[in-house]
C-alpha cells in the first residue's frame, strides 16, 4: 500500500503559541487513519492546515500529497488534487438547497450521485434536496449534509473533522458504515476525532497529543492505550513545558502501548 | 366578475397584441413564465409604458386603471373577505431604451381579504430610462397582502428605478413583501418604502438587489410600529462588485406596548466597490423591543473555504455565495 499522505516536521504557531510541533504523520492510500487526541491535542488544526485553510500556513515543515509538494497551493488547488475537509461546524449558506450544495464539488451533477449520497447519511432525498443549507437545518442535518457532499465529491482523501459530533448516538453505526464505504470506493479517509470509539472504522491510528503526532500504529492498539491512557497522562504531565513532557508521552506510549488496557 | 379594461382586453386589435408578444417575449427571455400572464382565472395587469394591454379582473378583485402621458393610473381593489386563490400578476415594462414609466398605484385590500400580488417589471433593452412607482397601499383589518416585486433589466445598466410605496397595515393586517433587483443590471436603485403598523398587525419587508460596474443602489424603509404587539421584520440583502455602491437606511420605530421589529442586513462587497448601513432604532415604549443585525464587507470566510474546498476557485465561490443570498 502506498502513502498518499506525508506530513513531515509540519509546525504551526499563531498568535504566539505552537499550536503544531514537528508533527509527522504517514497516511497510505486506501486505508481509514483515525487521528486520536484530547480537545485542544491540535487535531483541527492539522486539518486546517493540510487543507490549506487561511490562518494556516505551517510556519515549517512540508505537506506532501501523491507525491507532490503541496504545502504552498491554494485551498481550490489541494481540492482540485483530490483533497477535501468536512468541517466538525459545518458553515451555512443562505438560500443555497441542499442538493445543489451535495453536487458542487462532483464532477458529474447525476441526480442519482446526490440521491445516493443523501440517502448514504439518512437523509431521504425527497425530503431534504430542497431544503436550504441555513439555520432551518438543525446542526446534525448540516452535518449530515456536510458529509454527503464529501461523499459525493469522491475525494481521493477526505478529512473529516469530528464526523460524530452532533450526530445522535443511534446513528454513530450510520456514519461508521458511511466511512468504511468511502474507503470502499477509493476515498482515503483520514478520520478526526476524540472518541475512542469512533475509531472502529479505522485500519490505522495516530495519537495526537499538545500538538504533536505522538504515535502511528494498529487502530485498535490506539484506541486501548487512548481510551485508558491518554487522559491521565495530561493530567499528569500538563502543567510541564512540553520540550520536557514529549519524551515522557512517548516513552510511557513506548512502554505501554503493547499491555495498555 | 369585476373587470375594467380601459382601452384594452384580452383578444383586442393586432396593434397591441404585437406589443403584448413584445412584452411576453421580454419578459420569457429574463426567465419568466409567460404563460402566467394569459390564464383565464388569473387577475392580471399588463402594462407597456404608459399603455394598458390587459386589465383583467375576477371575481374578488378589480382593476381601474387609466393610461398617462408618461405611465399609467391604476387603482387596485379587492374586496373585503375575499379569498384571491392564485397569484396576480402584474406586468410593468417598456420595450424602448430610453423614456419614462411612471406608475401611480392605489392598492385597497379589504377587511379579511387574503391576495398575493407578483409584479414583474421587465425593461431589456434600457440605455437611458427611467421607471418610477408611487404607490399607496392598504391593508384592512385582518387581511394579508403579499407583494412580490421582480425586475428583469438589461446588460446595459442605462435604467434608474424609484419604487415608493406608503404602506398602511389595519389591525391584525399582514403586509409581506419581497424586492429582487438581481437579473441583468441594476442603473440606479432608489426604493424608498414607509410602512404604519397598527396594533397587531405584522409587516416583513425584504429586499435584495446586485450591483456590478456603476450601479447604485440605496434602500430607504421606515417601519412605524404604532399599535400594541405589532411586529416587522425588514431583511436587506445587497452584493456590490466594481465600482457599485449600496446604501442601506433602515430605521424601525416603536412607540407601543410589545411591539416587536428586527433589521436584517447583510452586504458583500467586492472589488472597489462601498457598500453603506445606516440603521436607526426608535423606542418609545418600555416594553417594546427592536433588534437590528448587520454584516457588512467580504464573505464569510468559513463559508468560502468550505465550497474552495469542494474544488470551486475563490471567484466561482463567491458567486455561489451570493447567488444564494439573493435567490
Redesign the interface.
Known amino acids: 500500500m502506498t502513502d498518499i499522505l506525508q506530513v513531515e516536521n509540519l509546525s504551526l504557531r499563531r498568535d504566539g503559541r505552537d499550536i503544531l510541533r514537528r508533527v509527522n504523520l504517514t497516511v497510505r492510500a486506501g486505508e481509514v487513519h483515525a487521528l486520536l487526541g484530547l480537545n485542544g491535542s491540535g487535531k483541527s488544526s492539522l486539518a486546517y492546515t493540510l ?1 490549506g ?2 490562518g494556516y500556513t505551517p510556519n515549517a515543515g512540508r505537506i506532501v500529497f501523491d507525491g507532490r509538494d503541496v504545502t504552498a497551493l ?3 488547488e ?3 488534487l483530490g ?3 468536512a ?1 466538525q461546524e ?7 438547497p441542499v442538493a445543489q450544495y451535495v453536487q ?2 462532483t464532477r458529474e451533477a447525476s441526480r442519482d450521485r446526490i440521491r445516493d449520497a443523501l440517502e448514504a447519511v439518512a437523509l431521504p432525498p425527497n425530503v431534504y434536496a430542497r431544503r436550504v443549507v441555513d439555520q432551518t437545518l438543525s446542526g446534525g442535518e448540516r452535518k449530515r449534509v456536510e458529509l454527503a ?1 464529501v461523499f459525493a ?1 469522491h475525494p481521493r482523501l477526505a478529512i473529516l473533522d469530528e464526523p460524530d459530533s452532533g450526530i445522535d448516538a443511534l446513528s454513530l453505526a450510520d456514519i461508521g458504515a458511511l466511512i468504511r464505504r468511502m474507503a470502499s470506493e477509493g476515498t482515503t479517509v483520514l478520520l478526526i476525532t476524540h472518541r475512542d470509539e469512533m475509531a472502529t472504522a479505522a485500519d490505522r491510528a495516530s495519537l495526537m497529543c499538545q500538538g504533536a503526532v505522538v504515535w502511528s500504529g494498529d487502530a485498535a492498539e490506539a484506541r486501548r492505550y487512548y481510551g485508558t491512557r491518554c487522559r491521565p497522562h495530561i493530567e499528569a504531565l500538563g502543567a510541564q513545558p512540553w520540550d520536557e513532557k514529549l519524551p515522557e508521552v512517548r516513552d510511557a506510549l513506548a512502554s505501554n502501548g503493547k499491555d495498555a488496557r | 366578475m369585476n373587470t375594467t379594461t380601459p382601452s384594452h382586453a384580452l383578444g383586442a386589435t393586432p396593434a397591441w397584441t404585437r406589443e403584448f408578444e413584445a412584452i411576453l417575449d421580454a419578459y420569457r427571455q429574463a426567465g419568466g413564465d409567460p404563460n402566467a400572464l394569459q390564464v383565464p382565472n388569473v387577475a392580471t395587469l399588463v402594462v407597456s409604458a404608459n399603455q394598458v394591454l390587459v386589465a383583467h379582473g375576477i371575481e374578488g378583485i378589480t382593476f381601474d386603471a387609466q393610461e398617462l402621458p408618461h405611465g399609467v393610473k391604476a387603482r387596485i381593489v379587492v374586496a373585503p373577505n375575499a379569498r384571491i386563490e392564485r397569484t396576480v400578476h402584474l406586468c410593468f415594462g417598456m420595450l424602448p431604451a430610453e423614456g419614462l414609466q411612471e406608475i401611480i398605484a392605489e392598492y385597497e385590500i379589504g377587511a379579511g381579504a387574503q391576495v398575493e400580488f407578483l409584479a414583474h417589471c421587465t425593461f431589456p433593452n434600457a440605455t437611458k430610462l427611467e421607471h418610477r412607482m408611487d404607490a399607496r397601499m392598504h391593508v384592512g383589518a385582518g387581511a394579508t397582502m403579499k407583494y412580490n416585486e421582480a425586475h428583469f433589466h438589461g446588460p446595459h445598466g442605462g435604467i434608474e428605478v424609484r419604487p415608493r410605496a406608503q404602506v398602511t397595515v389595519d389591525e391584525g393586517g399582514q403586509f409581506v413583501t419581497t424586492f429582487n433587483l438581481t437579473h441583468g443590471r441594476v442603473g440606479v436603485l432608489e426604493f424608498d418604502y414607509t410602512v404604519d403598523v397598527a396594533a397587531r398587525g405584522v409587516a416583513e419587508l425584504t429586499t435584495k438587489a446586485y450591483g456590478i460596474e456603476r450601479d447604485a443602489i440605496s434602500v430607504r424603509e421606515l417601519i412605524r410600529l404604532n399599535g400594541e404587539g405589532a411586529r416587522s421584520v425588514a431583511k436587506t ?1 445587497a452584493a456590490v462588485r466594481d465600482d457599485a455602491t449600496s446604501q442601506v437606511f433602515t430605521t424601525t420605530e416603536a412607540s407601543a406596548p410589545n411591539a416587536r421589529g428586527h433589521m436584517d442586513c ?1 452586504e458583500i462587497v467586492r472589488g472597489r466597490a462601498v457598500a453603506r448601513n445606516i440603521p436607526s432604532v426608535v423606542v418609545r415604549d418600555d416594553r417594546a423591543q427592536v433588534t437590528h443585525e448587520a454584516a457588512i464587507g467580504t464573505v ?4 468560502l ?10 471567484d466561482a ?1 463567491v458567486d ?2 451570493i ?5
Not at chain 2, 306 to 314: F, I, K, P, Q, V
Request: hydrophobic letters at 45%; aromatic letters at 4%.
Open positions: 487543507m485553510c487561511a491554494s485551498i481550490s489541494r481540492a482540485r483533497i477535501t475537509l468541517w459545518p458553515a451555512r449558506f443562505e438560500g443555497l458542487l464539488g457532499a465529491m | 440583502r447583510t464569510n470566510r468559513k463559508e473555504e468550505t465550497l474552495m474546498a469542494r474544488g470551486l476557485d475563490e465561490a455561489v455565495i447567488r444564494g443570498m439573493l435567490r
